[in-house]
């Protein structure tokens, strides 16, 4: 029996619903995957989550070697792989509303203050003050959080990545640039 089970959808109204809506969708979506394990980490007075943890265990890029060279003329970055990436899930207060929608972030340090890995994509920022944050958050296409969590599967698997610089822009421009210069010609983005 999933955690979730022990709550009645038809019991609750309005952002409640809602939170318990996408706890039932991510333990049923995600069951029977052993590459993706979300939980709980925040909850509301109702014992509803607003925040998740989500480990991903699947091998993605984290980086890449030379990076002090990273943009110069003939410098080569081959790839540096992870096989382990932590991700939040916040939900804001006012979610679920337009104005509030999930916030989708690769944590970059443990409990410890510690770096760990983060993925190395163009639609994840690796560099600057918002490293770790996931461009996701698009109202038009967003459906529910199980669709936001595997969609980011799909990111670190290299299936779905926007890398040109223009509008939807890229999330981390310098990570783009690697993608089109490096990572594409090279096929090192195709594992």
């Given at each position: ?8 959808l038809?019991?609750?109204k309005?952002?409640?619903r809602?939170?318990?809506y996408?706890?039932?969708q991510l333990e049923?979506r995600?069951?029977h995957?052993h ?7 925040l ?6 989550p ?5 480990d991903?265990?699947l091998r ?6 030379n990076?002090?060279h990273?943009g110069e003329?003939g ?12 991700m939040?899930?916040?939900l804001?207060d006012?979610?679920p509303s337009?104005d509030?929608?999930p ?22 920022r690796?560099f600057?003050?918002f490293a770790?944050?996931?461009?996701i958050?698009?109202p038009d296409?967003?459906?529910?959080l199980a ?7 799909q ?5 779905i990545?926007?890398a ?9 421009l310098k ?10 010609p090279n096929?090192?983005?195709?594992f």
């Open positions: 029996m999933r955690e979730s089970d022990r709550y009645e038809s019991l609750y309005g952002r409640n809602r939170l318990l996408e706890w039932q049923q995600l069951a995957r590459d993706i394990v979300c939980k709980p980490i909850r509301n007075q109702h014992g509803l607003t925040a998740y943890l989500v991903y265990r993605s890029i984290c980086g890449v070697e990076m002090e990273l003329p410098a080569e970055n081959p790839p540096i792989f992870a096989t382990d990436f932590l939040r899930i916040d804001p006012g979610y337009v509030a929608v916030v989708f972030r690769f944590l970059t340090h443990d409990e410890h203050g510690q770096p760990i890995s983060h993925p190395w994509h163009p639609n994840i690796y600057g003050d770790g944050r996931v461009c958050n698009m296409t967003y459906t529910d669709w936001g969590v595997e969609r980011v599967a990111y670190l698997h290299y299936d990545y926007h040109i610089s223009e509008p939807p822009y890229p999330e981390d990570v783009a640039a690697w993608v089109i210069r490096q990572g594409e096929e090192w983005t195709v």
